[in-house]
């Protein structure tokens, strides 16, 4: 006998009328099930991509040769950080 896979959620007030919206009739999902498998496949894909992202921006500092570097001070970075934030 297959064991049960399911998982069960309760949503209620504000979730339960948007998750209303999402099915049936007037939504794009046949049913909650549907929309939720949907919304985790989004999930996965959002973060695939900023992982992708992040080893994209990490690349050049590991390929970069030891003499590209430098040294900074903890108060170098933050000072540097003050700057772009204003």
Not at 14 to 20: D, E, N, R, S, Y
């Amino acid at each position: 006998m297959a064991a049960d896979n399911s998982i069960h959620v309760r949503v209620g007030g504000k979730l339960q009328a948007h998750l209303q919206q999402q099915i049936g009739e007037n939504g794009l999902y046949e049913n909650a099930s549907e929309y939720i498998r949907a919304l985790i496949r989004r999930d996965l894909q959002t973060r695939d991509e900023a992982w992708d992202w992040l080893k994209r921006q990490l690349e050049p500092g590991l390929r970069a040769e030891e003499s590209e570097f430098r040294s900074v001070s903890a108060e170098d970075v933050i000072r540097r950080n003050q700057r772009r934030s204003l």
